[in-house]
């Protein structure tokens, strides 16, 4: 069937002419983020890196700066703003993001234009056929993005980690750029489960020789750990603090007298580390910046009430959504949609979330990982305030949503969170605002 051997994924000699074929044949792949993620799991950079050489390394026809970022929260972020300043400064800039909101096609831009579904599919056809019998459906993707940027000529490339970053498929490709965001407890039964490990899992992505940028202090545990691993790499080390010329309000964010789009101080450590490491001029990054907007990340949807939609999932990624709420909604106690994966820490996550709420209604919008909302409406930190709406069902997820808003009132706040899969179920039933329409 094709080099890697194994059982046919597709009649190759039926073109894939659609997106929806296109994932249907993608679909017969391991997917580890749609599998329990206290399953087995199988990680080795010798299979996308085999991928890549039979599909004639595309990887290395995708311009002379290739960035990867690494990090537990903040690399999506992060990615879009590298990319978009690059963009602006000039180079044709491919972005592989990873999840997914709404469409597949989103993970894979050039210059913030997504792939269209004809390319998609015509280049998923291509890895198909070079695939083996153990290729994931991560390495697959990786290997679909790498194809279009090298097919389209582009100057530059950023690549956002998946999971990890020691053994993840994006490392497969040889960089020039590397960027370390912050660094929070999330997947530890993959990971492990101090902050010490998780980052030697991130810093391992570090090339040698290669300059690494890192949002997280030299001087705590787990940057201690990537500069170390930095040093010892002969990799140029710099360390991007939080920024302390950092307003918010209700009217924004404000940094170094640049207004961004983006809501939460947070963001502002993330712009700072994509313009350390883009290395170009304010006059060019700060408009890129102003303008970039990350859906489903403390995005404001939505104007009467305001939505917030946000995909925290961790205790410290939630508590920088409870900081963005009380910096730019002031006053506000939201009415809070929430759904959260099994693997998660439901009682940290409740224990920040439950001062700060008028409402709750819990759903589970991934039969797969999610956890019941019923075990979700159950925490006692609530103190059986949280309404267990019900399981894979979309139109409960709807209803959850018209109930926050009608009990928000025009001048009220809903806030979406736990979750990317609720976000990205949740956002087409929103609106953008004014400013993000004009972006």
Known sequence: MRPGGGGAIYDA??????????????????????????????FDLARPRALLARLGRPDLRMGARI??????????STSRYLARTWTAAGAKTGLYASPHLERITERITIDGVEITELEFATAVERVLAAVDSETTFFEALLAVACLHFARAGTDAAVLEVGLGGRLDATTAVPTTHNVITEISRDHTEILGDTLALIAAEKAATIRNGVPVWSGVDPETEAGSVIAHVAEERGAPFCYVAFPDDVS?????????????????RHQAHNAAL????????????????????????????????ALLLDGAHTVSSIAATVACCRDHFPGQAPHLVFALARDKDLSGIVDVLAPFVSSVRCVRVDAKRGMPSAELAAAPAWQARAESVGDDDPAA?????A?????????????????????????????????????
Do not use: F, M
Not at 252 to 260: K, M, P
């Open 403 to 439: 109930q926050a808003r009608a009990d928000a009132g025009p001048a009220g706040l809903v806030l979406v969170t736990g979750s990317l899969y609720l976000a990205g179920a949740l956002r087409p039933l929103t609106s953008p605002t004014l400013s993000h329409r004009d972006a």
């Open 248 to 264: 918010a309000s209700a009217a924004g964010l404000v940094w170094d007298g640049a207004h961004l789009q983006a809501l939460g």
């Open 67 to 76: 960035a990867q970022i690494a990090g537990t929260k903040g690399k999506g």
């Open 13 to 42: 000699r039926v073109p894939l002419q659609t997106i929806d074929e296109a994932l249907a044949a993608l679909s017969q792949l391991t997917n580890y983020e749609r599998t329990r993620a206290d399953g087995p799991r199988a």
């Open 274 to 305: 994509a313009v350390a490491a883009s290395g170009v001029a304010r006059a060019v990054w700060e408009p890129a910046i102003a303008a970039t907007i990350h859906p489903g990340c403390c995005e404001r949807r939505d104007g009467s009430p």
């Open 397 to 401: 997820w709807r209803a959850s949503l």
